[in-house]
């Protein structure tokens, strides 16, 4: 009858696995420490395992899953296509438009303002003379137009 070796076969198997959990720890770490991209693929080339080993250790997943979290870049604002960026001379030009705009409402309201300002001096100088409209009814005010 032949010897029982199987306990020298399991504590290899033993060993080869320790190994096999070192090399996968080992890499990670290093991944990490340099700030590699961590995905179960990118851990088993670095470790040279395989991505369903590492998926069927709980630990080594975990660990992995988080760290390919944290190392995650925030999405960034999705650029604008090109055909819809505003050239600098649309651009320019919007601001030529706003100024001359801004310009056109400033003479507008001086306007208004200097209109309002004869009106009730008028106003004034006819109360002070004593002269009233033409029914010498007291005046009513008129709701203002859309502006």
């Keep these: 009858m032949p ?7 399991i504590a ?3 060993r080869r696995a320790a190994a096999t959990r070192r090399r996968a720890a080992s890499a990670l770490r290093r991944m990490d420490a340099t ?3 961590i995905t179960f693929e990118a851990v088993a080339r670095e470790a040279g395992v395989s991505r369903s080993w590492l998926y069927d250790q709980p630990d080594l997943r975990a660990e992995i899953e988080r ?4 190392h995650r870049p925030v999405p960034a604002a999705r650029p604008v296509p090109d055909r819809q960026r505003a050239s600098e001379a649309s651009l320019l030009r919007r601001l030529e438009a706003a ?3 801004n310009r056109q409402l ?3 309201n001086r306007e208004l303002r200097q209109s309002l300002a004869l ?3 008028e106003q004034r100088t006819a109360d002070i003379r004593g002269i009233r409209g ?3 009814e007291p005046a009513v005010p008129r709701p203002l137009g859309p502006c």
């Excluded at 010897?3 to 076969?9: E, Q, R, T, V, W």
């Excluded at 760290?67 to 944290?70: N, S």
């Design 35 to 37: 700030g590699s991209v």
């Design 12 to 14: 290899a198997a033993r």
């Design 67 to 70: 760290l390919r979290a944290r």
């Design 119 to 121: 009106a009730l001096g």
């Design 134 to 136: 033409p029914a010498a």
């Design 3 to 9: 010897a029982d070796n199987s306990h020298l076969i």
């Design 99 to 101: 100024t001359e705009r």
């Design 106 to 108: 400033e003479a507008e």
